[in-house]
């Protein structure tokens, strides 16, 4: 099983990145997907989920910026995001579950890209 995050780098204020998690070695379309950041010194923290119907949860804080997708023709999750500030800056991770419905608890979800990094900067 492999879930390999890309797409992140450094970005000024107010700019947009799209992050991808490509998967391979199980069946994408039958697990949920999400997204998670941990910003240095803080604890992981849920971003976005989005179940095997599609459904979306995306957490408060940055509901009116980030967009979660995937694209099951291609094992891929991605995560849409603008209007990036220095607070988004984190490590993302994208993780899969094979459970029903969305979840924002690292525990249900199963397996777990490395990550990859977005710096918000001037």
């Known amino acids: 099983v492999q879930l390999i995050e890309s797409g992140g780098g450094l970005v000024q204020p107010g700019g947009s990145l799209r992050l991808s998690c490509a998967t391979s070695g199980f069946r994408f379309s039958s697990y949920g997907m999400g997204w998670f950041r941990q910003a240095p010194g803080k604890e992981r923290r849920f971003v976005a989920a989005?179940?095997?119907?599609?459904?979306?949860l995306v957490a408060n804080s940055v509901e009116d910026r980030f967009t979660i997708s995937r694209d099951n023709t291609k094992s891929t999750a991605y995560l849409q995001m603008s209007g990036l500030t220095p607070e988004d800056t984190a490590v993302y991770y994208c993780?899969?579950?094979?459970?029903?419905?969305?979840?924002?608890?690292?525990?249900?979800?199963?397996?777990w890209g490395q990550g990859t990094q977005v710096t918000v900067s001037s």
């Open positions: 989005i179940s095997v119907s599609d459904r979306v």
């Open positions: 993780a899969a579950t094979d459970r029903a419905g969305l979840y924002v608890d690292g525990p249900s979800y199963d397996y």
